[in-house]
């Protein structure tokens, strides 16, 4: 099994996955970390460290869009969205008005996660098939110190 195989699969039970190795990879030479099917993201669910790139991918034929939830990102963070839109009300609006911020077959999106916390996302023309996604960028590098020992009596 292959590792894109295997993480097919694991999107599939609602796993979370940890990426590491293609993380930071350009674009351009077919690395990517989240992949787009007809409906669904694929992993759903990404944790990154710190500082990641994350490449979402179009692997279907159907246009979507890769669109923050303005409520569900940490405040500190920028809004992010494909077609470059500051807030989640000019995404739809734009996707309404002429599919912007679409992407189309083969085309990825990248975007950089510095702020720890949950970020979720939706694909606004698959929102009501449940094409959404969450990427959690784990606090890790604040707290690499920190060691949980277990002792055996
Ligand atoms: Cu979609």
């Keep these: 099994m292959d590792r894109r195989t295997f993480l097919q699969s694991a999107a599939g039970i609602g796993a979370t996955v940890t990426v590491a190795g293609c993380i930071g990879g350009s674009a351009d030479d077919g690395n990517y970390d989240i992949g787009m099917s007809t409906v669904a993201f694929t992993p759903a669910n990404l944790e990154v460290q710190p500082g990641t790139t994350v490449v979402w991918k ?60 949950t970020h979720a996302y939706v694909c606004i ?29």
């Excluded at 034929?61 to 405040?75: L, R």
């Excluded at 590098?141 to 020992?149: P, R």
């Design 58 to 117: 179009n692997t279907s034929k159907q246009g979507h869009t890769v669109t923050a939830y303005e409520d569900e990102i940490p405040s500190e963070a920028d809004y992010w969205a494909t077609g470059g839109y500051d807030s989640e009300s000019k995404a739809r609006e734009a996707w309404r008005g002429s599919a912007g911020g679409r992407l189309g077959q083969g085309e990825t999106y990248e975007r950089e996660f510095t702020v720890p916390g």
């Design 125 to 153: 023309p698959h929102e009501q098939s449940g094409m959404a996604g969450v990427v959690t960028v784990t606090g890790d590098a604040d707290s690499a110190g920190t060691v949980t020992t277990t002792t055996e009596m």
